[in-house]
């Protein structure tokens, strides 16, 4: 296989999707591709092994393995059910422990899910104990993964202006400001990235945003540019009326932190420059 280190950094990431609730999943059918199995039956033994591990390691197996069977044409009409599974990112990492090790891409896999599942997956109690700091890190990585996905879909909806169709979202959401107008209120240099000048509460109302716009064309099967954007808009409309419903703070009288991420960033590096 050539160039196996690039491969091993966009591959795994490239087939990742993400639900309507902002959780990131695999499906074991185009996992099974990149692992290099070419049968399913053999492909399914691997993740028996894998559930069994999952069992052994005290964790429920249905939040790690989530059925998504679908029925798929085979011709003159007729269809059959396809069998496949929705993975978390642990599943995956048990899958490649138990994987044929003579495929190079097998140990990719592994070392890949093993640092990334720990790096990723906070459990609520986990969350709760971070600074504030911390949560925008971890939220603002979510975004970044959110965005990511919402453009692929919204490419498949045919949208080609991705300025024009994120800024309908932030009009939604920010009473019709634009980006440009949040980065001015927010008093800004050119340039800066408003989301990393976000606290952690107004980074989840555009995570919400974000994944809630890309189930909706996903789901609607949205076409056309135009009605891309009109769907982004209404979302962020909508998540503002639920904002107000619950007499939460409009994302706009959100205070913006002192630093921003980037920042943070900088001061952390040169920290351990500096020891």
């Known amino acids: 296989m050539n160039n196996i280190e690039e491969y091993n950094e966009k591959i795994f990431e490239s087939i990742k999707h993400i639900d309507e609730y902002g959780n990131e999943y695999w499906l074991a059918r185009e996992l099974q591709k990149v692992l ?6 053999k492909f399914e033994g691997v993740i028996n ?6 069992i052994n390691s005290n964790f429920i197996i249905e939040d790690h393995f989530v059925g998504a069977d ?6 003159s009409g007729a269809n059959r059910c396809q069998k496949d599974y929705k993975l978390s990112r642990y599943a995956c990492y048990l899958i490649a422990q138990n994987g044929d090790s003579r495929k190079e891409v097998i140990a990719l896999a592994q070392t890949y899910f093993a640092i990334q599942t720990r790096k990723q997956e906070i459990n609520e109690k986990e969350y709760s104990l971070l600074t504030e700091d911390e949560k925008r890190f971890y939220q603002r990585n979510l ?3 959110g965005n ?6 919204a490419k498949k909806a045919g949208v080609k202006n991705f300025d024009k169709f994120h800024n309908s979202g932030y009009r939604g959401l920010y009473n019709g400001e634009t980006a440009n107008d949040i980065a001015k209120r927010k008093k800004l240099k050119y340039r800066e ?5 976000m606290g952690s509460e107004e980074l989840a109302a555009n995570l919400f945003r974000i994944t809630q716009t890309e189930a909706k064309l996903k789901k609607d099967n949205i076409k056309g540019e135009k009605e891309a954007n009109k769907t982004h808009y209404n979302i962020g409309k909508n998540i503002r009326e ?7 703070t409009m994302p706009e009288d ?9 920042e943070l960033e900088k001061e952390k590096q040169l920290k351990i420059e500096n020891k």
């Open 36 to 41: 290099d199995y070419k049968e399913w039956r």
């Open 70 to 75: 679908k029925m798929v044409s085979i011709g």
């Open 254 to 262: 959100l205070p913006t932190p002192k630093k921003s991420l980037k």
């Open 148 to 153: 990511y996905s919402l453009n692929q879909a």
């Open 242 to 248: 639920v904002i107000a419903k619950n007499g939460g």
């Open 193 to 197: 990235d408003i989301l990393d000048n």
């Open 49 to 54: 092994k894998a559930k069994e591990a999952c």
């Open 143 to 145: 975004t970044k993964k």
